[in-house]
Structures are given as C-alpha cells and as structure tokens.
C-alpha cells in the first residue's frame, strides 16, 4: 500500500520505517528539508528494535508535501496537535478522493483538521479518523536513526464521519493489523491517554524537572503519590465517555502499569529500561506541556463541562498548569468553546459527527 507519513518527530521516523520493513511504499514528508537530508541522501532510516539494527529503505524522503501525498491511499500524522493546522494547511490542495487520513493519536483532530480542509474551498471526499496513542514507543539515536522500544497491540480508532467507519478501519489495517473501531471522532479522541499519563507527571515532577538536567518523569518521577493522581484523572475521562454512551474497553491507563490489556500491552518496564526517556524538560515548551495540557487536557474539561461531568483533577492540573504558564488555558482553541461546540446538544453533535458536516 502506498502510505504518506507527514512530520518529522520521533513518532513519524519509527512510522516510516516500521511500515516500510512492513513491506509498504512509504513517503516520508517533513517540513525542514535540511534536517531531512541524512535521510534523503541515504534513501534510508535506521531502525532500531529488539530484532538487532538494520537500514530501511524509504521510497521517497522529500519536502514536498503534494509528492508525498499523490497516490497515497493511507496518510499518517504520528505529529504533536501543535502541528495540525499548519499541515492541514499545506495538505489541503492536495487530497484526493478516497484517501483515509489517520491521527495517531489525535485530540479530535480528526475534526479539527477537517474543518480547516473545508474552509479552503478543499472538497475532496476524504475520510479522517484517530487513535489513543502512538503506535509506538520510540526515540531518535541519530539523523536518520530511530530506536523502537515497543509496538502497540491495540487501537482504538474513531472515524469521522462516522458513516465511513467500515472503509476507514479496512484501510487503516493493512498498515495497522491491531487497529478496531470504538465508534465515532469523539470516542477516539477521549482515548487519547497522553493528556491522563503526562500532566500529573509534569506537575508533580515540576521541582527536579527544573532542577535536574535529565530527569526520568517514567522512572524516579512515577511514584505511588503520582499514580494516585493519574488514576483519579483517568477515572474522570471514563465518566465522560460513560456519560456521552460510549461503551467498554475504555483501556484505562492503571493497565498500562500492571497488566498486559493495554494499548502496548505490558510496556511500562520496557520503557523505563530502555533509557531513552531520561531526557530534558522544559516545563514552558516541551509537548506534554503544550499538546497534553493545554491542547488535550483542556479539551477533556471542555467536553466534561459540556457533558455535565465533574472534573475536579483535570480542573485543577489545569489552574496549575495556568500559573507555570502564566496563561488562561481552560478555553483554548481546542476546547469545545473554541471549536464552536459547546451549545450543540448531543444529538446535534452526534449527527454531525456522523455527517461530517
């Protein structure tokens, strides 16, 4: 299958090569042509996993977003929410029919950048659609060398519009085997475990995170007092989901710790000894700040509020997070308020969902 990876982080060189070893046409799309240069002189990407190290060759490695996406039945965003409006701005000329767009993970960007596509005149039936997590857990070693330290084993995927879900699934899956449907754009979205599992981390390691140069927020940062939190978080975005009908397996994050039913299966030990997320923090810029807090956690208590459902931990990591900053971050634009949600009522916003209107 000919797939266009869009972004140039870890999540996307672990995506273009996995799924080029996988045996698939992969272009690799990235913005800054100079830092993508090791790759495109090479027209390799090193992986690294636990079958040893090997080179990958990548079909195509380029600047140019319409040569990645031309032909491309399968387009995958493994990018921070931070960089969706700008690439749907640079894909929109582009898309063509038929073609599945997928958001790994999302934070409803599903409809985000949907609506971004429409407002440029783009009316090409395309097919969107989102999961709770990188299907991967992977660090750059290099330029053009990226170490996989685990594979997720399931994903739960939303699509929007939901009336496209049975064509969207079958594409996703030839990429993605572990790939299933959990209903709708919104379901997908609040299984985003990115805005349980990174805020209560930040927050509560925000003394030896400034203090320390590197320092292992999955390590010495995940104590007892921390899971506590994350557990009372994660509790609240299943009582939206519960709230707003959507049914079980809501994977809640405790699995991730101790049990082997989560997205990665058992992956929590793996990660930790793998030493790649020793790293450096900024508590101002990096993404677990800027796309988990003030883009995901901000919309869950968006959608909470909308629901009727009391938040009480996301509110407050919230408020914290707000005086690090120094910013109001409760109605961001990725919150129900900014999307122009939030007086919709659930079977308005079900129909569009469904729609895609």
């Known amino acids: ?14 995506a273009a090569a996995d799924l080029s070893d996988a045996g698939h046409e992969v272009r690799l799309w990235r913005r800054d042509g100079v830092a993508l240069q090791p790759v495109m002189e090479a027209g390799t990407i090193r992986l690294k996993d636990h079958q040893g190290t090997r080179d990958v060759k990548i079909a195509l490695a380029t600047p140019d977003i319409g040569k990645a996406l031309l032909g491309a039945e399968l387009i995958v965003l493994p990018t921070p929410a931070t960089a969706q409006h700008d690439i749907a701005v640079a894909m929109a000329p582009h ?14 960007g599903s409809w985000y950048m949907a609506q971004i596509i429409r407002s440029t005149g783009q009316t090409a039936d395309v097919t969107w659609a989102e999961t709770g997590t990188l299907p991967w857990l992977a660090r750059k070693h290099g330029d053009r060398e990226i170490n996989i330290t685990i ?27 572990g790939v299933h449907p959990c209903g709708d754009a919104l379901s997908g979205a609040l299984m985003n ?18 203090h320390f140069e590197r320092w292992d927020i999955h390590a010495e940062g995940t104590q007892p007092a921390v899971r506590a939190v994350t557990n009372r978080l994660d509790n609240e975005r299943i009582a939206v989901r519960a709230a707003l009908g959507y049914g079980e397996p809501h994977y809640p994050l405790a699995e991730h710790y101790n049990s082997d039913k989560w997205m990665y299966g058992d992956a929590h030990k793996r990660l930790v000894d793998s030493g790649d997320w020793r790293e450096h923090i900024d508590l101002h810029t990096h993404r677990y ?23 009480p931990v ?4 919230l408020a914290l997070v707000g ?35």
């Open 1 to 14: 299958m000919k797939i266009a990876v869009l972004g140039g982080g870890h999540g996307c060189y672990a």
């Open 95 to 108: 898309l063509q029919n038929g073609q599945v767009v997928f958001l790994p993970p999302g934070t409803f």
């Open 151 to 177: 594979r997720a084993v399931r994903l739960p995927v939303g699509v929007y519009p939901t009336h496209k879900s049975a064509h969207a699934i079958a594409v996703i899956q030839k990429a993605f085997p």
């Open 193 to 210: 475990a990115g805005p349980i599992i990174h805020p209560p981390l930040m927050v509560m390691n925000a003394a030896p995170l400034q």
């Open 289 to 311: 700040i800027r796309e988990d807090v003030v883009t995901g956690l901000a919309f869950l208590a968006s959608v909470a509020r909308w629901a009727g459902v009391d938040t």
């Open 314 to 317: 996301a509110h407050g990591i």
């Open 323 to 357: 005086s690090i900053l120094n910013e109001d971050i409760l109605r961001g634009s990725r919150t129900f308020d900014g999307l122009g949600l939030s007086k919709l009522s659930r079977y308005e916003l079900l129909h569009r969902l469904d729609n895609g209107n």
